[in-house]
C-alpha cells in the first residue's frame, strides 16, 4: 500500500502565494503520475497539475502561468507552488499518484486526505 499525506494548506489573501507538498510513503516500487485536484465545495473534482516520472508536465487552464508542479522522485515527493492565487482557487486540494507497490503489481491510484486551501478577497 502506498500512503500519501499532503501539508501546506492554509488561509491566504488574494495575489498570495502558498506551497503544498505531498510525501508517498509505504511499500513502493515506482511512481508513475503524481499531481493535485482540488474541490470546491458543489463542484466536481479536477485536475490542477500533474507531473510524470520524466518531469513531463500538464495544467488545468485556470492556473496556467501562476502555478508550477514539481517533483522529487528521490524523496517520492511532489510540490505544487501555488502564486498570484484568486478567490476561485478556494478549494480542498488532493494530492494524487499512480504508482506500484510491487513491479508485478498494476498501477494503481492513490489518494491523499486532502488540505484546505482559502483564499480571501
Known amino acids: 500500500q502506498v500512503q500519501l499525506v499532503e501539508s501546506g494548506g492554509g488561509l491566504v489573501q488574494a495575489g498570495g502565494s502558498l506551497r503544498l507538498s505531498c510525501a508517498a510513503s509505504g511499500s513502493i516500487f515506482s511512481i508513475s503520475v503524481m499531481g493535485w485536484y482540488r474541490q470546491a465545495p458543489g463542484k466536481q473534482r479536477e485536475l490542477v497539475a500533474a507531473?510524470?516520472?520524466?518531469?513531463?508536465?500538464n495544467y488545468a487552464e485556470p492556473v496556467k502561468g501562476r502555478f508550477t508542479i514539481s517533483r522529487d522522485n528521490a524523496k517520492n515527493t511532489v510540490y505544487l507552488q501555488m502564486n498570484s492565487l484568486k478567490p476561485e482557487d478556494t478549494a480542498v486540494y488532493y494530492c494524487?499518484?499512480?504508482?506500484?507497490?510491487?513491479?508485478?503489481?498494476?498501477?494503481?491510484?492513490?489518494w491523499g486526505q486532502g488540505t484546505q486551501v482559502t483564499v480571501s478577497s
Open positions: 494524487h499518484a499512480s504508482a506500484q507497490s510491487r513491479f508485478w503489481h498494476p498501477l494503481n491510484d492513490y
Open positions: 507531473i510524470t516520472s520524466g518531469g513531463s508536465t
